[in-house]
């Protein structure tokens, strides 16, 4: 019996691994003699811990590299897989220039007793990058990356192998937490989750947390759709974001007060 945290198969050379820092889910399909990862976790030294982790499923070199969205915990290892190419959707690089040093920043706050760690990465944005969607084909094995709407953030994609039916969702489905609001945008996300459906047919790699099914994206996009009725219904009773939240919802407190402090700019402009 696999353990929380082994490697899984999903399909033919299409592995998954849950870490219990941050429960982060990394995502990796074999390619005739390479290997594609799908993030690259929170630093270097965690990226080359992924790379000797690599070596238990397959004896081939990582040769490309795609990041599912900006976040510091996806993409700062980047660096530990250069040169290969690195592909994610163009404001994944330009968040990455703009506002990866803010980030390295906040983190330090976040984990002090990590600062020295995060002060050595490298930001490496992706290289190669896209709008709405990009086909890969890596030693004649398909992969579609897809960006399907602002949601998580402005620049989450999706990466779908269609010869195993596995998609790796990144941040666009949480199963260890309800979805994390701080960059998001509430009102557009249940739209994003609903086109995330039709493509969900097999397993399901969130960001973070166990491996889901259609089942389940189809629960929490329920739950991201009444968040976003909710927005609607207590800003035009002139709650504000705190408020709204404490009047409840699908999700804690806590996180409805995020998401309604997102959504209120919007639509106080509207």
Not at 118 to 127: A, G, H, Q, W
Not at 188 to 213: F, I, M, N, Q, R
Request: charged share 20%; aromatic share 8%.
């Amino acid at each position: 019996m696999a353990g929380l945290y082994d490697w899984i198969e999903h399909g033919d050379g299409v592995f998954s691994k849950r870490y219990e820092c941050l429960d982060l889910n990394i995502g990796v399909v074999v390619c005739g003699e390479g290997a594609l990862v799908i993030d690259t976790r929170a630093h270097h030294e965690q990226a080359r811990r992924l790379l000797e982790d690599l070596s238990r499923i397959t004896p081939h070199p990582v040769r490309w590299v795609a990041n599912t969205h900006h976040h510091w915990d996806h993409t700062f290892g980047n660096a530990a897989f250069l040169p290969v190419p690195i592909w994610g959707h163009e404001r994944c690089a330009l968040a990455l220039r703009l506002r990866g040093e803010q980030m390295r920043r906040e983190v330090k706050e976040w984990a002090p007793g990590s600062a020295g760690l995060f002060d050595e990465v490298v930001i490496t944005p992706p290289d190669h990058t896209f709008d709405r969607s990009a086909t890969l084909t890596l030693a004649g094995r398909v992969i579609e990356l897809r960006y399907l709407g602002r949601g998580h953030t402005d620049n989450d994609i999706v990466a779908l192998v269609p010869d195993a039916g596995v998609l790796f969702a990144g941040d666009l489905v949480e199963e260890s937490g309800p979805p994390a609001f701080h960059d998001a945008f509430p009102l557009e996300w249940p739209e994003t989750a609903a086109a995330l459906l039709p493509l969900a047919s097999g397993p399901v790699v969130p960001g973070h947390g166990a491996v889901v099914d259609l089942g389940f994206v189809q629960a929490q996009q329920r739950d991201l759709a009444a968040v976003a009725t909710l927005a609607l219904e207590r800003h035009a009773l002139g709650m504000t974001p705190a408020q709204a939240g404490s009047a409840g919802g699908p999700f804690p407190v806590e996180v409805l007060a995020i998401a309604f402090a997102r959504a209120w700019p919007g639509l106080e402009m509207g």
